[in-house]
């Protein structure tokens, strides 16, 4: 069993970002299993060293230690470039010259969750129109009229339609970087990851990589996508807002203390009391973690 952590470096980790941590620090270690750290350091306009730091030395104070050197995304291009060029040769990317604004027209089809679905409008570009073209492509990948469904651990069945509640989606940015799903799918599966647990609001990204999985060849993982953690408002924790980050925790309470507010609202203690997540890995189950969507901490804190 090889289950992994793998935060992006944008900035200080907040409590719902510990939380999946936790959830998924305590199935590996509950299992016997390797726990991976990953860093996702592929935006260099909002990744930075010292953030990755921080968040390593703040995964350490509260006791979520990893078994293997830690991989770095910004490392891996070379591998993320021989995807890519697999993938072109299927015949399955194709260069998208749309604006940010051409995307998020008024008239442009959203999904439920308010997401833009992509027209399809390059997709039938001719050689001399691409060649016409004066600024630098995103490349997309074409996508099936074709329902890919899953099984998650804690959200129940989940299926999407790619071609209509998706459409073509992005692997490749216009400056460069490779986008998450290409680099998930190839770092999760090279690496031999058999669980991987995250956020709900990546829930509807799994169909995607789903189907890079099946492109690849690659076995996927099981999934558990972990309730998120919401203010009063209903407002999701956002590095950006600094809710609850580690700087502000670690003033206040202990690591014990953190621990255990995150455990009981998991479901995993009877009562808000302060314990170790070595303590606590010896009584983990997933069946004990509230299978809901989201988790309103100020009933916790």
Not at 140 to 168: H, M, T, Y
Request: proline share 6%.
């Amino acid at each position: 069993m090889v289950g992994r952590f793998a935060p992006s470096p944008s900035g200080r980790m907040h409590l719902g970002n510990v939380f999946s941590a936790l959830l998924a620090w305590l199935s590996v270690r509950a299992q016997n299993g390797t726990m991976f750290l990953r860093i996702e350091d592929l935006d260099p306009q909002r990744c930075r060293p010292e953030y990755a730091q921080t968040l390593k030395a703040d995964l350490r104070w509260l006791g979520l230690d990893w078994d293997l050197e830690t991989q770095w995304q910004s490392e891996r291009s070379a591998v993320y470039v021989r995807q890519f060029d697999r993938l072109q040769q299927m015949g399955l990317v194709y260069p998208c010259f749309c604006t940010r604004n051409e995307l998020h027209a008024a008239s442009a089809p959203h999904a439920g969750d308010g997401t833009v679905l992509y027209s399809g409008h390059c997709r039938s570009l001719t050689p001399e129109q691409v060649a016409q073209q004066t600024r630098k492509p995103a490349w997309r990948l074409k996508v099936p009229e074709e329902d890919i469904a899953f099984f998650d651990g804690l959200q129940g069945d989940f299926s999407q339609n790619l071609a209509r509640e998706c459409g073509d989606f992005i692997i490749r940015r216009s400056d460069g970087v490779y986008a998450y799903q290409l680099a998930v799918v190839t770092d999760d599966a090279l690496m031999g990851v058999t669980e991987v647990v995250r956020g709900n609001d990546l829930l509807s990204s799994t169909p995607r990589q789903l189907y890079l999985y099946k492109l690849f060849g690659f076995a996927p993982p099981k999934f558990y996508h972990v309730p998120l953690l919401v203010a009063p408002d209903g407002r999701r924790l956002s590095k950006r807002d600094g809710d609850l980050d580690m700087g502000a925790l670690q003033r206040r309470y202990t690591p014990e203390q953190i621990i255990g507010t995150l455990a009981f609202s998991a479901g995993l203690l009877a009562k808000n009391q302060p314990i170790s997540a070595k303590e606590l890995a010896s009584v983990f189950s997933w069946p004990q973690v509230r299978h809901t969507q989201t988790i309103e901490i100020a009933k916790f804190l």
